[in-house]
T-cell receptor, first 111, second 115 residues
Framework: SQQGEEDPQALSIQEGENATMNCSYK?????LQWYRQNSGRGLVHLIL?????REKHSGRLRVTLDTSKKSSSLLITASRAADTASYFC???????????FGQGTRLTINP | NAGVTQTPKFQVLKTGQSMTLQCAQD?????MSWYRQDPGMGLRLIHY???????DQGEVPNGYNVSRSTTEDFPLRLLSAAPSQTSVYFC??????????????FGPGTRLTVT
C-alpha cells in the first residue's frame, strides 16, 4: 500500500504562475522528500524535509510540513515550461531507510 | 561519476523466460533498492539492501530475487516472467547511516514488456 496521497492528480497552469501540490500520509515519519520525474526518465530528488522542520526552501521551491495534520505541500513559484513533469512525495519512517512513494501529481506548464 | 546505471534500457520477454536487470552505482552508497512503476502510478518497492550481503523484501517482492555481493552492484532477477511484470523498473541508491534516510539517486530505468 502507498503511504502518500497527492492532490491534485493533475494540474495545468500558465507559465509564470505558482503551482502548489499537496501530499498527505498516514503513519509517523522521519522525513518527507519530493522528487520530479520528466516523461520517460528516472526520478530526480528535489528537497528533503525532516520531521522536526516546518519549512524548507530551495531556489523556486518551498516545502512545508505539518506533522500534526500528516501533510506536506510543494510550492513552485514563477513556473517555467521546463517545470512540466510529474512530482512525487515520498516518506521515510524512523529507523528505516526505505521510502514509500505517493502516486504523484502531473504538472503541465502552458506557454 | 556515472551515478546509478541500469542495463538494459529496453527488454521484451516471453512468458516463462527469466532474466536479470543490472544495476550499478559508483557513489559508495550502502543502500540500494529496486522499484517498479506502472502507468499512472507511483513507485512500489520490490527489494532493498542496506549493505553488501544484506537484502530484504519490499511491498511487491513476489516473482523477483535479489542479491548484493558487492557495494556497487544490485541485480534484480525475474525467475519466470509473467505479463503482470510488464513495467518500468528503477534502481536507486542512497547514503545511509542506519537511523536516518537521505535522498535517493535513481537510474534511468529499464522498460520491460512481457508477452
Amino acid at each position: 500500500s502507498q503511504q502518500g496521497e497527492e492532490d491534485p492528480q493533475a494540474l495545468s497552469i500558465q507559465e509564470g504562475e505558482n503551482a502548489t501540490m499537496n501530499c498527505s500520509y498516514k503513519t509517523s515519519i522521519n522525513n518527507l522528500q519530493w522528487y520530479r520525474q520528466n516523461s520517460g526518465r528516472g526520478l530526480v530528488h528535489l528537497i528533503l524535509i525532516r520531521s522536526n522542520e516546518r519549512e524548507k526552501h530551495s531556489g523556486r521551491l518551498r516545502v512545508t510540513l505539518d506533522t500534526s495534520k500528516k501533510s506536506s505541500s510543494l510550492l513552485i513559484t514563477a513556473s517555467r515550461a521546463a517545470d512540466t513533469a510529474s512530482y512525487f512525495c515520498a516518506t521515510g519512517a524512523q529507523g528505516a531507510q526505505k521510502l514509500v512513494f505517493g502516486q504523484g501529481t502531473r504538472l503541465t506548464i502552458n506557454p | 561519476n556515472a551515478g546509478v546505471t541500469q542495463t538494459p534500457k529496453f527488454q521484451v520477454l516471453k512468458t516463462g523466460q527469466s532474466m536479470t536487470l543490472q544495476c550499478a552505482q559508483d557513489m559508495n552508497h550502502e543502500y540500494m533498492s529496486w522499484y517498479r512503476q506502472d502507468p499512472g502510478m507511483g513507485l512500489r518497492l520490490i527489494h532493498y539492501s542496506v549493505g553488501a550481503g544484506i537484502t530484504d523484501q519490499g511491498e511487491v517482492p513476489n516473482g523477483y530475487n535479489v542479491s548484493r555481493s558487492t557495494t556497487e552492484d544490485f541485480p534484480l532477477r525475474l525467475l519466470s516472467a509473467a505479463p503482470s511484470q510488464t513495467s518500468v523498473y528503477f534502481c536507486a541508491s542512497s547514503y545511509s547511516t542506519g537511523e536516518r534516510t537521505y535522498e535517493q539517486y535513481f537510474g534511468p530505468g529499464t522498460r520491460l514488456t512481457v508477452t
